[in-house]
């Protein structure tokens, strides 16, 4: 399918922008929606798109469609980069009679320039729309894999959720002493700062992404129950649970 027009809802996000300058630079046309969407600016945008990308938050998702889905044209192909799978392709399916495909970009908006750019391409409806994004995502120098929403969700909930709700939690649990600041080391200072930004400016996002996605929950009982191994002393037995990480590059050094 060529791919002329693309209409981004949220295309003043930070995510949005990031789309919006890669698809200029191959020639494509963009239109930008933002708040507040009217029907007049639905109208004037919307309809003659080949794509339309949701740039919105997830918890946003079902207001936006309820407002744009009666515009699409049944040819337009309907998509998002929500950071949960399920629930917006639940919703983009059961709104848009026409082609869907669900994405992640497994990257924020400012990728250092060495950084692969790995994005989760999720089938919805339409094969051939499918192949399109997954495309055009090559095109504007992405690397797609193509995945389901409930793997996608799954392992989110690990790397992501659990990153996020295990490091709220750790910080949390520290005492709220002053000299404690005494004892910090370069290596605490790094997770430290490493965590401020999650947890000061981007909390709402990450709040709202760990209670949108349903394995949530199970990740969490899933590190309570590793927790509670380290509580009896059983650090060796978690020592050999998590170097899988690090198994094939054991393998290779071994050959």
Known sequence: ??????????????????????????GIGVEILENPLTRENIQDTIPGSDVVLLATPTHACEEVLQKIA???DSSTI??????????????????????VVGTHPLFGP??????????????GRDESANNSVFYLMETIG??????TAEEHDRSLAFIQGLNFVSTVSYLAAIPSESSIKEFLTPSFRRRLEASQKMLTQDWEMFENIFEANPYSQEAVRQLRS???LASAGELDLLRDKA??????ENKGGGM
């Open 1 to 26: 399918m060529q791919i002329d027009k693309i209409s981004i809802i949220g295309g003043l996000g930070a995510m949005g922008q990031f789309f919006k300058s890669r698809l200029e630079q191959q």
């Open 70 to 72: 009666e515009y699409l």
């Open 78 to 99: 309907l998509t998002d980069i929500c950071s949960v799978k399920m629930r917006p392709l639940k919703l983009m399916l059961q709104m848009h009679s026409g082609p």
């Open 110 to 123: 400012n990728p250092e320039n060495e950084e692969i750019l790995k994005t989760a391409i999720v089938p």
């Open 142 to 147: 992405l690397t797609p894999f193509s995945t």
């Open 226 to 228: 590793y927790l509670n």
């Open 243 to 248: 170097s899988w990480w690090w198994d094939e």
